[in-house]
């Protein structure tokens, strides 16, 4: 089989040397919440070479991902993961779909979305921004997670999960300094109904 030289906004490269790497996840987070993209196990790219070392049990890699990814996302991606048999060598080929519009941003769950989120830029998996959270929770007006929850009220908030969220962003390049007070933040990300007395779906999940 034919692989590509270069990692790229869609082609990713792991060795997976002792299992999954830690790291697969911030990769399918990536792409996900791009234009979706590959994984392929058992190659690393070095500069202008790659090294096919293969893997001695794919199908255990391609178990532990199965049993793992439903429980690792706030939205689990769709991933089809197979086995490819180059010359003597297995490796294990992960094709992650983008995600829906309405279901992004994609991220880690234990994480939260400013630490556990990430987008595909050329060969990187970056973390998003609060400008790229703001887009996608936005692109979620008409999503069931921007649907006003009228049972809801203010006191439902966990001001303590508000304030770390407040505390994550202050750490974020461009943005230090500008710290939201009390429901200014719900309303930035819009996670309130318009009289500011109930909460989305999202924001009762959020905070």
């Known amino acids: 089989m034919k692989f590509e030289r270069y990692e790229t906004d869609f082609i990713e490269y792991k060795l997976a040397e002792g299992g999954l790497p830690q790291n697969i996840y911030e990769t399918i987070a990536a792409f996900a919440n791009t234009k979706g993209g590959t994984v392929i196990l058992g190659i690393k790219q070095e500069k202008n070479k790659l090294k096919k070392q293969g893997i001695k049990n794919p199908q255990k890699l ?5 049993s793992t990814v439903s429980q690792k996302f706030n939205i689990c991606p769709i991933i089809k993961p197979e086995i490819i048999k180059d010359k003597t ?13 309405y279901e992004k941003p994609i991220y880690i769950k234990d994480a939260g979305p400013f630490k556990g989120g990430f987008k ?6 970056l973390k998003l921004t609060d400008k790229d959270i703001q887009h996608f929770y936005q692109g979620r007006l008409d999503s069931p997670d921007a649907q006003i929850l009228k049972e809801t009220t203010l006191s439902d908030i966990d001001h303590k ?12 390049p461009g943005i230090k300094g500008i710290f939201f007070k009390g429901n200014e933040l719900l309303k930035a990300y819009n996670l309130l109904s318009k009289d500011s007395k109930h ?4 924001g009762l999940l959020l905070f």
């Open 120 to 125: 595909r830029v050329g060969s990187a998996d």
């Open 161 to 172: 999960t508000t304030a770390v969220f407040n505390n994550i962003r202050e750490l974020k």
């Open 62 to 66: 391609i178990d532990d991902l199965v």
């Open 199 to 202: 909460l989305t779906t999202a």
């Open 89 to 101: 060598k297995y490796f294990v080929k992960i094709q992650i779909e983008e995600s829906l519009l």
